[in-house]
């Protein structure tokens, strides 16, 4: 995997300040931005390269695979609610729905460390380390 230049954490912190802000069009962009730094995160931490509109299936599907099915669902949670945000003009998205999502992106951010330290810890020990 290459490494990123970017951090998806920066967007989670932008939907939360946006979320704070108060009135629907910073709700529908902090949903968006929730969505978006919680995928690519998750998109990251599976190693997954792909960075076409297949990524957000891909991605889902792995982590039902990997036995994170609670994981799969937020994402898909969290994408409807984006979707819903960014097209449906004819619906009210609330600050209710606003912090829901910003829980969940929360929560997914959580589970998605828990699961980047575990590989980490399970990664291959260097072989050029001198023990003493």
């Not at 704070?20 to 910073?26: D, H, I, M, N, S």
């Not at 999502?101 to 980047?116: G, N, Q, T, Y």
């Amino acid at each position: 995997m290459q490494k990123q230049l970017f951090n998806p954490e920066e967007v989670l912190q932008v939907a939360a300040h946006l979320s704070t802000r108060g009135g629907e069009a910073y709700d529908r962009s902090a949903i968006s931005r929730a969505y978006y730094g919680a995928f690519l995160m998750a998109r990251n931490v599976a190693g997954i390269e792909d960075e076409t509109s297949r990524s957000h299936r891909i991605t889902r599907a792995h982590y039902v695979a990997l036995g994170e099915k609670d994981i799969a669902d937020d994402l898909w949670t969290l994408r409807d609610e984006r979707n819903r945000a960014d097209y449906e003009t004819r619906i009210r998205v609330t600050p209710a729905r606003c912090l829901q999502a910003m829980k969940i992106s929360l929560r997914l951010r959580s589970a998605l460390k828990v699961i980047a330290g575990r590989d980490n810890y399970r990664a291959p020990v260097s072989t050029d380390v001198v023990s003493s």
